[in-house]
């Protein structure tokens, strides 16, 4: 008996449907159902949302997230030997779960809530995570379809979201995700929690939409985030010469002297848009 529900333990599920996990789908399975259902607190309330998980695996947090009162779950598995796990835990809560087989890369959030606002609740596979998160940063229109995101991810990506100038994990994504959300991490998760056990720590990591993230356009601000940390350790002046160099720094009112990590969100911004 599970904590949770009468549904038989995960360790038993994966047996049954022999789902040991892949390393090239980059699966870590979560099989501690007091674990899961802790994260699945962390998105509450869930109200009228539809919750959106990615790589549910055996069901773990899949069955943590409808035990804790979501109307509806739609999990995205692209596992085709995960179905059957899934199936089962759909039969237990009827009409509850829609288990859709895709890429999660390839999936439009936009329109699967049915005109419901939509909360994205995972434990990201480790090898597609952090460009599933800048899918969901990005996307054209904003405020985005989502009202927030809870995400597993690896303890250093985790650092890197909710980084800050001056950090040395501050970068690309945490530019993105500074410029138009504000995050947090809630809590980390020890590698023995998982299996297999990756060989890092892990974080779970709450991200929500600001509602008027600052005015520029996306691909300016892609390119001058990719020029001035694609040479961190050289002066502005240096890294940012292909897109104007001194010239623009001045424009913008910023030190030719000074290196891309010491750079606010809203410095950022100003680049972009003299570009």
Known sequence: MSVIDDLPPLRVVMTEHGLDPRKALGQNFLLDLNLTSKIARQALPFDEATVVEVGPGPGGLTRALLAAGARHVIAIEKDARCLPALAEVAAHYPGRLTVLEADALTVDLTGLGE?????????????????????????????????????????????????????????????????????????????????????????????????????????????????????????????????????????????????????????????????
């Open 115 to 275: 005109g419901r606002p939509l909360k994205v609740v995972a434990n990201l596979p480790y090898n597609v995570g952090t460009q599933l998160l800048l899918n969901w940063v990005t996307t054209p229109s904003w405020p985005p379809a989502w009202l927030d995101l809870t995400l597993m991810f690896q303890r250093e990506v985790a650092e890197r979201i909710v980084a800050t100038p001056g950090s040395s994990h501050y970068g690309r994504l945490g530019v993105l995700c500074g410029w138009r959300t504000e995050a947090d991490i809630l809590f980390d998760v020890p590698p023995q929690a998982f299996t297999p056990p990756p060989k890092v720590t892990s974080s779970v990591v709450q991200i929500r939409p600001r509602a008027k993230p600052l005015p520029v356009a996306l691909e300016k601000l892609e390119r001058v985030t990719a020029a001035a940390f694609g040479q961190r350790r050289k002066m502005l002046r240096q890294s940012l010469k292909g897109l104007g160099g001194e010239a623009l720094l001045q424009k913008a009112d910023i030190e030719p002297t000074r290196r891309a990590e010491t750079l606010s969100v809203a410095e950022f911004c100003r680049l972009a848009e003299l570009i």
